[in-house]
């Protein structure tokens, strides 16, 4: 059981934490259990990550996770979505059910295949014509953006 101050890890008994480098408590309780789920020593090592419906808000330092292919972050909190930019291996990203307010960032993700932004209602539509090309039809998109 990991131990929170503020709102903060501070104590993984498995001795697994980014320490200060992942800001967001709850993230944060979602990579040391997938640490202990796929008996990884780093997070570095993750290749999938699944957040679904964690309370997650801010994503900051995620960059940290470089191995990391895909991301479900589906029905959290999260607005800013920039840090993913730093995921330069990730192809596979669920952000359905969010609160995103601009998707340019993964636009700076050329290994992306395949993303979830439905349920985003402030996710600007025109937003989607550059990621509608590279993804086609494997981005499922906000039904208020769709044609």
Do not use: H, W
């Not at 993913?84 to 969010?98: I, P, V």
């Amino acid at each position: 059981m990991a131990v929170s101050v503020n709102n903060r890890a501070v104590y993984d008994p498995g001795g697994r934490l980014l320490g200060s480098e992942v800001l967001d408590a709850d993230l944060q309780g979602c990579i040391n259990l997938a640490l202990r789920q796929q008996n990884l020593d780093s997070p570095a090592q993750l290749s999938v990550l699944s957040c679904a419906n964690s309370e997650i808000r801010e994503l900051d330092n995620i960059g940290q996770l470089i191995q990391l292919r895909f991301l479900d972050l589906g029905n959290n909190l999260i607005t800013n979505i920039t840090p993913l930019e730093n995921l330069r291996q990730l192809s596979g990203l669920n952000l359905a059910g969010n609160q995103v307010n601009d998707i340019s960032p993964l636009l700076n993700i050329p290994s992306l295949t395949s993303v979830k932004l439905d349920g985003n209602l402030t996710v600007p539509c025109d937003q989607l014509v550059s990621l509608r090309q590279q993804l086609g039809d494997k981005l499922s998109e906000p039904a208020v953006c769709s044609d």
